[in-house]
């Protein structure tokens, strides 16, 4: 498995942008795809983003595309979370998880390694 450090998140107002990150340490970085998911209160936990393993190849749910994106620095084993616009639905804690499938899966159960999560309060 490897280790996953989230950090980043906070109290924004509708509107404005954050970024999360997510360090990892354990398992070698760059074998793995990455992605991100939210879990708000009584929800189930709902896939956001993935990335391939090189980063050339991403995917996203519909409630992120166009205002969310995914990137990843290999050299520092970190993958990112870039919020733009961001609405009170946002509001949720948000997970990076690691697998070593090739594929970008948006199931959380295809995911073998998750980090602690960081709270994202959006107020309107």
């Known amino acids: 498995q490897v280790q996953l450090v989230e950090s980043g998140g906070g109290v924004v107002q509708a509107g404005d942008s954050l970024r999360l990150s997510c360090a990892a340490s354990?398992?070698?970085?760059?074998?793995?795809?990455m992605g991100w998911f939210r879990q708000a209160p009584g929800k189930e936990r709902e896939f956001v983003a993935a990335?391939?393993?090189?980063?050339?190849?991403?995917i996203y749910a519909d409630s992120a595309k166009g205002r969310f994106t995914i990137s990843r620095d290999n050299a520092k084993n970190t993958v990112y979370l870039q919020m733009n616009a961001l609405k009170p639905e946002d509001t949720a804690v948000y997970y990076c998880?690691?697998?070593?499938?090739?594929?970008?899966?948006?199931?959380?159960?295809?995911?073998?390694?998750w980090g602690q999560g960081t709270q994202v309060t959006v107020a309107s």
């Open positions: 990335s391939s393993r090189s980063g050339s190849n991403t």
């Open positions: 998880a690691a697998t070593y499938k090739y594929t970008l899966p948006t199931a959380p159960n295809s995911y073998d390694s």
């Open positions: 354990g398992r070698t970085f760059s074998t793995n795809s």
